[in-house]
């Protein structure tokens, strides 16, 4: 059973545009929400974080929205450079739980092309 | 300075053997996780220590044991491989437990069980 799912498997985008990134989850206990980004080879980064207690947050050219009645949240990354080409995982926490755990969505690969 | 390590990057064996990935962080962090990443690309949590002691064990086969001799080593040790264990795993450390601590990752161990 899939508690964190992200739908779209790739993305491509053109250098400069918005990148969108969504992300729903099922299980009301999470409360918070992560992104991270993995290039080919290499282990995934953090890049952006938001609680349940906040709707927006922001650093630099990435965006994630979150939208709790909808159970839904969003990365966005403008403008999107080809660098940013990368898989996005989204993961989901119930922060309440004392086991420390992170619940990972597929993944989308972003293709940002030049 | 890597930040979190994992040897080997690659590890090719036969069905019925037993190995060994061993993780390091110079990080200073309390808790250490094992991930397993297979072919459907899913990131799952296998094991969570904090400070040496066992915090998560999600259903995994007997046949993998984290070992934690401190806090910045958390070995996986699987005996009796199997085909389907092939997957990439990935060692991850954070400051204290759950995701309000971002977690970081090692490169990943791609085993492939032949």
């Known amino acids: 059973d899939q508690q964190v799912k992200q739908n779209s498997p790739s993305l491509s985008v053109q250098e400069g545009r918005i990148s969108i990134l969504n992300c729903d989850y099922t299980n009301s206990m999470f409360d918070y929400f992560l992104w991270y980004k993995k290039y080919p080879a290499e282990g995934p980064t953090f890049l952006i974080s938001i609680s349940s207690i906040k709707d927006k947050n922001e650093d630099g050219r990435f965006t994630v929205f979150l939208n709790k009645s909808a159970k839904h949240l969003s990365l966005h990354i403008v403008p999107s450079q080809p660098g940013d080409s990368a898989v996005y995982f989204c993961?989901?926490?119930?922060?309440?739980?004392?086991?420390?755990?992170?619940?990972f969505g597929k993944g989308t690969l972003l293709t940002v092309n030049p | 300075d890597t930040a979190v390590s994992q040897t080997p990057k690659y590890l090719v064996t036969q069905m019925g053997n037993d190995k060994s990935i061993k993780c390091e962080q110079n990080l200073g962090h309390d808790t250490m996780y094992w991930y397993k990443q297979d072919s459907k690309k899913f990131l799952k949590i296998m094991f969570s220590y904090n400070n040496k002691e066992l915090i998560i064990n999600e259903t995994v086969p007997n046949r993998f044991s984290p070992k934690s001799p401190d806090k910045a080593h958390l070995n996986l040790h699987i005996n009796s491989l199997e085909l389907g264990d092939s997957a990439v795993y990935f060692c991850a450390s954070s400051q204290s437990g759950g995701g309000s601590y971002e977690q970081y990752f090692g490169p990943g161990t791609r085993l492939t069980v032949t």
């Open positions: 993961a989901a926490e119930d922060s309440g739980g004392s086991n420390y755990k992170l619940t």
